[in-house]
Nanobody, 125 residues
Framework: QVQLVESGGGLVQAGGSLRLSCVAS????????MGWFRQAPGKEREFVAA?????????RFTDSVKGRFTISRDNAKNTVYLQMNSLKPEDTGVYYC?????????????????WGQGTQVTVSS
């Protein structure tokens, strides 16, 4: 069973930066597509970013974070990162790491097989 543990969330002022980390254990990390989702209070969980397992493959972002967020992975450390810059209050929410065993990069929660518990990100105005 794959376990995912996120860290790096916190409270930051608008315009600030945070880097989220997600460490995977119990599975073959190098074969998983890794994604980040977020969920604001009263809203559905939404896709933020995803990265394929193969180095150099194109990543994907939701439009609202393009140019501000980057996603990367270190397969030697079984870790995926989400670097968030120029944060806005609307980026506030619980951020979840997810792993997908298939070869298709999904942008919906149902496409992912494993989930972390989430880390809170709060951006104040």
């Amino acid at each position: 069973q794959v376990q995912l543990v996120e860290s790096g969330g916190g409270l930051v002022q608008a315009g600030g930066s945070l880097r989220l980390s997600c460490v995977a254990s119990g599975g073959t990390f190098t074969r998983y597509i890794m994604g980040w989702f977020r969920q604001a209070p009263g809203k559905e969980r939404e896709f933020v970013a995803a990265i394929p397992w193969r180095a150099g493959s194109p990543t994907r972002f939701t439009d609202s974070v393009k140019g501000r967020f980057t996603i990367s992975r270190d397969n030697a450390k079984n870790t995926v990162y989400l670097q968030m810059n120029s944060l806005k209050p609307e980026d506030t929410g619980v951020y979840y790491c997810a792993a997908d065993r298939t070869l298709v990069l999904h942008t919906v929660p149902s496409g992912y097989d494993y989930w972390g518990q989430g880390t809170q990100v709060t951006v104040s105005s």
